[in-house]
Each structure stands twice: as structure tokens, then as C-alpha cells.
């Protein structure tokens, strides 16, 4: 239950950062449902594809497919009335972020493997919808740009994992893997921190 | 035997889409089959891969690949005496969505999803072959752009099961879903018909 | 442990060729990272995933991971003190192609596929990696361009099938085949040998 809730919620965050991207791109109602969909489900999917939980999980329930398309249409209305969505369009992609790590890592763990495996599957979960996003789209992926990102994933998902050695209880090692990852990016963005460049200078 | 000449079909009505476009980039013999290849099967590699039948479809006989190894070899020789063949590359395409949607629906029903899930796995296959095609010859998506497209499919996939709700022999539903797809693609070309575009005037 | 050996060899020099053309684009060491990542291991995913192997290789050993962090580092040191690397760039490609090709032809026979399977399957193993690495970072990928690539991979794999069937030891066959791939590649390039272009004059 608690876990459903989070997934729902990074659903709702990934299909918004899609809609605000796809928007951008002038594409048309269906185009920008599509860009919604596969950003939303595009991690989970690689994810249930490389552990072997076929059928994936959007196509066992309803719930992801509606989920997105009222998302797509509030968030299509709820855009004709405000002007610039930039700092939204990050904000949201960065609260996706956060819950898809550690529903990867959670999954991961189900599936019986290796802390650093959970970790790679989390940090693939929170980025791989994003960077199929960006590829339809024609963008360089936001992954691969200058901030910091597969960085706070990782990161939040080691938290997690020392949390639990140090026998936090799960769930609040969950949150608070979650909470570091959003906090963490919000702050790496604010205060330009990124990660060394490794050809000096630039 | 029907389903399967349907997918044969299908096969080849894609490869000489992938055939074409490959042409247009120049691309050596090689990259000229891959494109047809990838163009042909992705669709349906994404299908099972997405509905957990592995090893995937066209990896069980060898009828998929000579059939697109000959669609390839005749398409060049063919291609070498005509000069333009725009139009025949949106036909073959179009042809191969009807066709694709419906075996995507019928995979579905086999995997026992629901019809909703039917219908997206039918525009998945439908689209997913077209999209790599296009994503690796550094073409925006045919299906992003301004035409209607997954929208012929979904319409196709939904007037399936309304048949067949309404009792109507499923062979009959199957070909009428397939019909429709490439009619109403082909008129919503024709008369340019478009998905309303979000942004208003433009 | 044969086999091994070669699998590991193949994932140092696609990590390798990732780091290099991930630095020529001033990633950051992440970025670096990612994509060595998924030239080293996305033909093998795509492999595992179509023959239905799951969870995929790199998930079920901490072998892969460590290994591809480790020549990233070293490849990273290794390149601050040199100027240029596209002969290297290139050689370490090549090394890759050939033993990819070879182990996805083994796990081919392992799943009990068909030899004309098998030589598609090792030459999507041995592609595939590259393929998403260019397409990260936004290039034409290598193997649409005009110089031979998977044809190498496609005559190195069959070269393996002969051989076995004219009773050599399939591990001579197996060394055979890579070695084959390897120096085709180099003649090819160096005499700039390509497949014929069927647009004639060009």
C-alpha cells in the first residue's frame, strides 16, 4: 500500500516532466501523451525487462495507464494558464527521480540481488524514462549534462542501504533515501555543484 | 495460417519502408538490411520482450529474417528502376501499422491482458519498429510528427473489440480493424487531417 | 573459464571505447562512467533479454560492474597522460566486436537456437553496445557508416559454423572467429574497403 502510493506519485511527477518537455516540442495531443507514458513508465520497464517480471508491471493494472492519462490532461490545462514551467518541469523531475530509486531498489531486492545491483537498478529506474524523453525528443539527455544526477541516485540508494545496516527500519530508510535524493539535487542545482570535469580547465 | 500470413505480410510491408528510408541516407547494403531489419521486427521484439515471450518471435523460425533478406534484395533491385518513391514508403508504412496493430492485440488477448493493455501492446507494435527506424537514421519520429498515427491504431485496435462485443466473428473484427487503420490513415493523409496541436493557432 | 576470460576481455575493451568517446564530448566522470557502462554491457542486455536469460549477466555477478569501474578509472589516468586516441579508440572497438560476436554465438547454441539465429544474435551482441553508446552521445552510429562492421561480425560468426562443422575443436573454432573479426577489420580499414554502395557512383 505504502509502496503503491510512491510509485503512483513518481508516475504522476515523470508524466508531468514529460508533458512540460513534449509541450515544448509543439507535439501534438497524442505525442505528448506518448512522451508522458514512455517517461513515466520507461524506467520501470527497462526495470521489470532486465530482472525478468514479464508482463511488466503497467500492463498488470490499470491503475499506471489512467494514472497518466489524467495526469496529461490536468497538467495540459493546468499549463494553458500558467506562462513558464521551467523550475516545475525540474522540480517534478527531480521528485520522480527520488521515488523511482528506491522503488528500483526495492524491487531489486525482492528479486534477491546484490546491494550494488539494487543500487545500478535503482538509479537505472529513476533515469532511464528521462533519457528515452530526451532521446524522442531530439535533446542531448539531461543525464548526461553537466549537474549532477546518477550521482544523488546512487547516493540516496547507498543511504538506504547503510540505514538498514544500522537497523533503521526499512520504511523510514526508504524516506529518507528518497528525501536525500530530492533534497540533495534541489541543492547541487541551487548551489551549481557538479561533479569534476576530467579535463581540468573547463 | 491466417495470423501467420497477416505477420508475413507485415514483415515485408515494413522492411521496404526500412528499405526506403535507409536508401535515402546512403547507406551501404549492410546498414540497408539492418534498417529493414530493425524496422521489421522491432515492433514485435518489443511486444514479447514487454509480454515475456522469449526467445522472441523471429528468433524461433527462420521465416522472418529470409523473408526480410528477400523484401530487401527485390526492394533494391526494384528501387534501382523507379526514381520516387515517397509515396509508396508512407503506403508500405501504413499498410504495416494495420496489420502490426492487430497481431499486437492478438498477442495481448494470448497473454491474457486486459483489452486496454491489448490495444496499447497493438500501437507499440505498431510503432516501435518505425521509431527505431527513424531515432537511427537521425529522423524525429514519423509517429511525433503532425500526421495522426498512433491515434489510426488505437482507433483500429478499440473498433476490434467493439466488434467483437458485438458478436461479430473475431476473424471479421480482425481484418475490419486492419482495414480501417489503413483507410483512415490514408484519408486523414489525403484531407490532412491533424490531433488538434495544444499550443492553439499554430 | 574459458569463456569467461573472453567475456571479461571484451568488457574491458568496450568500456574502454565508451570512456573515449564519452571524454571526447566532456562528459563528467559519471557520464563517463554510464556510457563505458552501456557499451560494455548493452549488447549482452539486448542479448540476454531476447533469448529470455534474466536477470541479464551483469545483474547476477558483481564481476562486470567492478570491472567496467575499474577500466574506467584506469582508462581515465591512462588518457591524461597521452595526446590522442583514435587509433586506440578504434583498435579496442574492434577487439570488442570480435569477442562479442563469439560469446553471444555461444549463448545462441546454449538456448538452442538455429546457426543463422546465433550469427545475428553475436552480431547484435557485438553492435548493440556501440550502437546506444553513439546514440547517447548523439553521433551517426559507427556501424551505419561507410567502413565494414557487422559484416565482419556476420562472415566471422559463419567462419566459426564451418569450421565446427568440418570437425575442428569448437574452441579453436571459437579463437578462429575472433581472430577472424579482428584482422578483417584492420585490413578493411586500412585499405579502406567498404561494402558496395547501391546508389552506384555515390
Known sequence: MFYLFIDILGTVAFAISGVLVAM??????????????VTATGGGTLRDLLI?????????????????AITVLVAIVFVRHLSRFRKSLFLFDTIGIGLYTMVGVEKGLEAGLLPI?????????????????????????????????ATVCILGAILYFVLVNLSVDAKWAYVS???????????????????????GAK
Chains 1, 2, 3 share one sequence.
Open 52 to 68: 525478468g517480471n514479464t508482463p511488466v508491471a503497467w500492463m498488470l493494472t490499470p491503475l499506471y495507464i489512467v494514472t497518466i
Open 24 to 37: 515544448e516540442k509543439k507535439l501534438d495531443v497524442f505525442g505528448v501523451f506518448i512522451i508522458a507514458f
Open 177 to 199: 533515501g528518497i528525501t536525500f535524493i530530492i533534497a540533495l539535487r534541489l541543492l547541487a542545482v541551487r548551489f551549481k555543484l557538479s561533479l569534476p570535469n576530467i579535463h
Open 117 to 149: 545491483m539494487c543500487i545500478a537498478l535503482g538509479t537505472m529506474t529513476a533515469s532511464f524514462g528521462g533519457v528515452i524523453r530526451d532521446i524522442l525528443c531530439n535533446e542531448i539527455p539531461v543525464i548526461f549534462r553537466k549537474e549532477v544526477y
